[in-house]
């Protein structure tokens, strides 16, 4: 059997990169999935995916979309099951260039839109017996990287928000969750210049950036029974950029 038959998720940030390529793994592996995202180009990967999938326009820092895109999963599949906080925004700047109102724009993004997530989500979890969130940090969350002072410090955050979450939701049967993404060929590293992407690439053990979906087999399988388990855990898919 698949390994998330009959499971329901919502992927925020799904449209494009990373989240695109977790819905079309979990759509593979039996699952149905909502793709939310604040770009209309979700709406062209849910009808790739068919009938196992839907499209929501969705701002996670925003709680009232929150309430609307939890509404429309339980109207659409009857149960929610499986949250996956992927959303994120990346605007490298040193500590002296960033100003505060674009650290806050990273804090909503990157942040404030996973607390909002997991709280939208408990309680129809527990109405479906438990379920698996899995939070989206970055290596960024686990080592201090210059010129990333914003981005850097809402993965930190993420980290510790999971690692609550997971403790206070472990009663429901919720299991939360964090991966921790290096250098990943998406949309979102146009942040950085070309030869800054060369030069981390160099710099990682298995000297390569990775492919999106390498990410989601890491998602795809905390998501799933076979991580029953697992809560509360750090995986690093990094290639050992973060020791």
């Given at each position: 059997?698949?390994?998330?038959?009959?499971?329901?998720?919502?992927?925020t940030?799904?449209?494009?990169?990373?989240?695109?390529?977790?819905?079309?793994?979990?759509?593979?592996?039996?699952?149905?999935?909502?793709?939310?995202d604040?770009q209309?180009a979700?709406a062209?990967?849910?009808?790739?995916?068919g009938?196992?999938?839907?499209?929501?326009?969705h701002?996670?820092?925003?709680?009232g979309?929150?309430?609307?895109?939890?509404?429309?999963?339980?109207?659409r599949?009857?149960?929610l099951?499986?949250?996956?906080?992927?959303?994120?925004?990346?605007?490298?700047?040193?500590?002296?260039?960033?100003?505060?109102?674009?650290?806050d724009k990273?804090?909503?993004?990157?942040?404030?839109?996973?607390?909002?997530g997991?709280?939208?989500?408990?309680?129809p979890?527990?109405?479906?017996?438990?379920?698996?969130?899995?939070?989206?940090?970055?290596?960024s969350?686990?080592?201090?990287?210059?010129?990333?002072?914003?981005?850097?410090?809402?993965?930190?955050?993420?980290?510790?928000m999971?690692?609550?979450?997971?403790?206070?939701l472990a009663?429901?049967?919720?299991r939360?969750?964090?991966?921790?993404?290096?250098?990943?060929?998406?949309p979102?590293?146009?942040?950085?210049?070309?030869?800054?992407?060369?030069?981390?690439?160099?710099?990682?053990?298995?000297?390569r950036?990775?492919?999106?979906?390498?990410v989601?087999?890491?998602?795809?399988?905390?998501?799933?029974?076979?991580?029953?388990?697992?809560?509360?855990?750090?995986?690093?898919?990094?290639a050992?950029?973060?020791?």
């Amino acid at each position: 059997m698949a390994r998330l038959e009959g499971k329901v998720a919502i992927i925020t940030g799904a449209a494009s990169g990373q989240g695109a390529a977790e819905a079309r793994l979990f759509v593979a592996e039996g699952a149905q999935v909502v793709i939310a995202d604040i770009q209309e180009a979700g709406a062209q990967v849910a009808a790739e995916l068919g009938e196992a999938a839907f499209f929501v326009k969705h701002d996670v820092a925003d709680q009232g979309s929150w309430e609307r895109v939890v509404a429309e999963t339980l109207g659409r599949f009857g149960r929610l099951d499986i949250l996956i906080n992927n959303a994120a925004m990346f605007d490298p700047k040193p500590l002296m260039q960033t100003e505060p109102a674009e650290l806050d724009k990273q804090y909503r993004v990157n942040q404030l839109g996973v607390f909002l997530g997991m709280r939208a989500v408990v309680e129809p979890m527990k109405s479906s017996g438990g379920g698996s969130i899995v939070n989206i940090s970055s290596v960024s969350g686990l080592r201090a990287l210059p010129g990333q002072f914003a981005y850097s410090s809402t993965k930190w955050a993420v980290r510790g928000m999971t690692g609550c979450a997971a403790v206070e939701l472990a009663s429901f049967g919720i299991r939360v969750n964090t991966v921790f993404p290096g250098l990943i060929d998406t949309p979102m590293l146009a942040g950085n210049s070309p030869e800054t992407n060369a030069f981390y690439a160099k710099m990682v053990p298995l000297g390569r950036m990775a492919k999106p979906g390498e990410v989601a087999e890491a998602v795809a399988f905390l998501a799933s029974d076979a991580a029953s388990y697992m809560t509360g855990a750090e995986v690093a898919v990094d290639a050992g950029a973060r020791l």
